[in-house]
């Protein structure tokens, strides 16, 4: 669903289920030059913060780590980035959901002042 949703918006998929040093990646889409790392998460509540709450600072680290890795392996460390969330809600007990889209969900922390 958020990978149709996605193309649908404009985005090209590059890849999907990427595994990689520190886990794996969702989606891997492309969108006017820039690569963007989609994480999926679906809930049928808010419960624990809902889909959004569930990407935490160690599940950011790993995005991180596993980016990384796909950059320096298609040699796109030049390519401008972006890391994205996706969150898919199930509305009621009807297989409906709702999508609700996060650019630029957190950036990663480089160890260095701007």
């Known amino acids: 669903m958020a990978l149709v949703w996605?193309?649908?918006h404009g985005y090209r998929?590059?890849?999907h289920n990427w595994r990689g040093a520190g886990g794996e990646l969702d989606l891997v889409m492309e969108q006017s030059g820039e690569i963007v790392f989609v994480e999926v998460k679906t809930r049928t509540g808010d419960d624990f913060g809902g889909p959004e709450g569930a990407v935490n600072k160690k599940k950011r680290e790993n995005l991180i780590?596993?980016?990384s890795t796909y950059?320096?392996?298609y040699t796109l460390w030049e390519q401008p980035c972006r890391f994205d969330v996706v969150a898919l809600r199930r509305r009621g007990r009807l297989p409906i959901f709702s999508v609700r889209h996060m650019k630029n969900a957190f950036r990663p922390d480089l160890g260095r002042r701007m």
Do not use: K, P, S, V
């Open 6 to 8: 996605l193309i649908l």
């Open 13 to 15: 998929l590059r890849d």
């Open 65 to 67: 780590r596993t980016a």
């Open 71 to 73: 950059l320096g392996r």
